[in-house]
């Protein structure tokens, strides 16, 4: 089994930028399609982000879309969400996760495709 574990969340103000960082470890580890999810108070677990095993091809929920850029180092079984211009309305907790296999692109928004998840980091922009 796989552990998750994120880290970057902090307090910002609307317009700043934040970089957060995902580490995977445990044994065994195949290299997976991974992402992020997140979940402001009140609402429910929504996708944010998700990127191909290759770290070919790259996925975003048009909130974010022009905002957020994912990218993973495969060796180092890291995964990144790089967070600029950040909005009130992206406050939240966000989550590391790999997915199931087999894997497609129709997939990539559903929490249930989701067989691991981190233990979430918090990201609080203030207006």
């Known amino acids: 089994q796989v552990q998750l574990e994120e880290s970057g969340g902090g307090l910002v103000q609307a317009g700043d930028s934040l970089r957060l960082s995902c580490g995977a470890s445990g044994r065994p580890f195949r290299t997976v399609p991974m992402g992020w999810f997140r979940q402001a108070p009140g609402k429910e677990r929504e996708f944010v982000a998700g990127i191909t095993s290759s770290g070919g091809n790259t996925y975003y929920s048009d909130s974010v879309k022009g905002r957020f850029t994912i990218s993973r180092d495969i060796a180092k079984k890291t995964v990144h969400l790089q967070m600029n211009n950040l909005k009130p309305e992206d406050t939240a907790v966000y989550y590391c996760?790999?997915?199931?296999?087999?894997?497609?692109?129709?997939?990539?928004?559903?929490?249930?495709?989701?067989?691991?998840w981190g233990q979430g980091t918090q990201v609080t922009v203030s207006s």
């Open positions: 996760t790999t997915y199931s296999l087999p894997f497609s692109i129709s997939r990539v928004s559903d929490t249930t495709a989701v067989d691991n």
